[in-house]
């Protein structure tokens, strides 16, 4: 068997295969279905500091190769998952990861920090394409400065790692990712959803409450594989790719445009056991190809 262990600087990973933060809840959810500590990771769905209830239904819709979704960060808070989910999650052998998301770099900040002291998290993704409250609502991860103001005011707080998760909503992504990796980044994961619509003809009205929500499934492969080529050669820090992944074919793909890990997102709703079924097929290919190491094929296209 080929070595799939990788590094995401200090965070140490059995394999590449991890788990999309909003896809897999908070990872116990699938633990009838996979052994959830073959996994390199699992990113667990967004936290903020406040519960938030989310959008109103609709919220999701069914598109060609994909979904589109509206869900607005419904979760409980940190301090209900403090005390009510870090107990059931903390013994399963594998990073748990948690995704932060906030309305000011400061709200992130004091979310991380109460983070910072749980030992068996040993990392945290930071959501910058939330709206910044105060900046009229833009979303911090469309600006350069957006973006380093909260990498910069979590860095202060969180002393773990710090990947970034960037929104495809972009001119540029790349400065995006150099503008976080000059604040302290240690990795950056991309793409998130491409934003989206869909109409009922018959009520002449948007299928989703909000109108518009956020695109993800194989539709967006393309476009991620791209963005993450640019970013992995654009920054020195390890990238994290995901968006759209469905297989190993899929995750070979990344790896080669330059991505230490990936990360399984829509997948999981279509196949509870698709992550597991990526690790034996990548190995497998490894194998095949006769490589003694996953290192041999991270970053291969020039």
Not at 141 to 161: D, F, I, L, N, Q
Request: hydrophobic share 40%; charged share 20%.
């Amino acid at each position: 068997m080929a070595d799939l262990n990788v590094k995401i600087n200090n965070l140490k990973l059995k394999n590449p295969i991890m788990t999309a933060s909003g896809t897999f809840g908070y990872g116990i959810e699938f633990a009838d279905f996979i052994p959830l500590d073959q996994l390199g990771g699992i990113i667990v769905k967004g936290t903020t500091l406040e519960p938030r209830q989310g959008n109103d239904y609709p919220r999701m819709v069914e598109t060609p190769q994909g979904m589109l979704n509206c869900v607005g960060l419904q979760n409980k808070g940190i301090d209900y998952f403090i005390h009510n989910i870090y107990p059931q999650i903390m013994k399963i052998d594998t990073n748990m990861i948690v995704n932060v998301s906030g309305n000011s770099p400061e709200n992130y900040a004091l979310c991380a920090e109460k983070l910072d002291v749980l030992d068996k998290i040993p990392a945290i993704e930071i959501n910058i394409s939330c709206p910044n409250v105060k900046d009229g609502g833009m979303a911090f991860g469309v600006t350069a400065r957006g973006a380093a103001s909260v990498v910069k005011a979590v860095r202060k707080k969180y002393h773990k790692t710090v990947i970034v998760k960037l929104s495809p909503n972009v001119t540029d992504i790349a400065d995006i990712a150099r503008a976080c990796e000059s604040e302290g980044a240690d990795s950056v994961s991309l793409i998130n959803t491409l934003m989206g619509m869909a109409v009922d003809i018959e009520k002449r009205q948007p299928l989703l409450s909000i109108r518009t929500g956020g695109l993800s499934g194989p539709a967006v492969r393309p476009v991620a594989l791209r963005m993450v080529y640019d970013v992995a050669h654009a920054v020195k820090i390890p990238v994290v790719g995901l968006g759209g992944i469905c297989n190993a074919h899929d995750t070979i793909e990344f790896l080669m445009c330059g991505a230490t890990a990936v990360e399984i997102g829509t997948a999981n709703f279509l196949d509870p056991t698709v992550t597991i079924k990526i690790i034996d097929e990548l190995n497998d290919w490894l194998d095949k190809h006769g490589c003694k190491s996953v290192d041999e094929i991270i970053g291969v296209i020039e």
